[in-house]
């Protein structure tokens, strides 16, 4: 039992990373692009990244 905890625990930790690492990269994305289109598009992206990031570190205290 702890030890799948563990491993869940684990993949939320590299799940997170991962979203902050998109986060980041769609941050700089937004920042560079002219086309409003374009713009949209990725502020979409980057609020849907951004709410799923919030989930999960909403799960990931429920381990602790």
Do not use: W
Not at 17 to 35: I, K, P, T, W
């Amino acid at each position: 039992m702890n030890e799948e905890i563990g491993v869940k625990y684990k993949d939320l930790a590299e799940s997170i990373s991962r979203l902050e690492c998109e986060l980041a990269f769609l941050g700089g994305q937004l920042y560079e692009v002219v086309d409003e289109e374009e713009k949209e598009v990725l502020s979409n992206k980057y609020l849907a990244v951004a709410k799923e990031l919030n989930e999960q570190k909403g799960r990931l205290k429920r381990y602790k």
